[in-house]
């Protein structure tokens, strides 16, 4: 299974973004993907988790993005988003997309830079 994450960019400060992470590959492996999440990295910081959300559509945010980012998915087009709002210049960071297979199996995209100015 391969991530292609997109809609990276530079924004000011209050603007919006929107990322797109679209799997392809195996049917099999990606209907058995059980959940779906977005992952930022800063500079100089670690990773973290921003969204994530399951194959039925509940999501779950970072306190840091509550209110101004959503998560969504299209099952149909193998697709998942991230609408950012109100963007912040903390919010600057590569931003990965991530699919849960299970414990042992999951796939990582390449990352898009998300870069906001103040």
């Known amino acids: 299974v391969q991530l292609q994450a997109s809609g990276g960019g530079l924004v000011q400060a209050g603007g919006s973004l929107r990322l797109s992470c679209a799997a392809s590959?195996?049917?099999?492996?990606?209907?058995?993907?059980?959940?779906m999440r977005w992952y930022r990295q800063a500079p100089g910081k670690e990773r973290e988790l921003v969204a994530r959300i399951t194959p039925g559509g509940i999501t779950n945010y970072a306190d840091s993005v509550k209110g101004r980012f959503t998560i969504s998915r299209d099952n149909a087009k193998n697709t998942v988003y991230l609408q950012m709002n109100t963007l912040k210049p903390e919010d600057t960071a590569v931003y990965y997309c991530f699919a849960l297979r299970d414990v042992l199996r999951n796939y990582w995209g390449q990352g898009t830079q998300v870069t906001v100015s103040s």
């Open positions: 590959g195996s049917i099999s492996i990606i209907s058995s993907i059980s959940e």
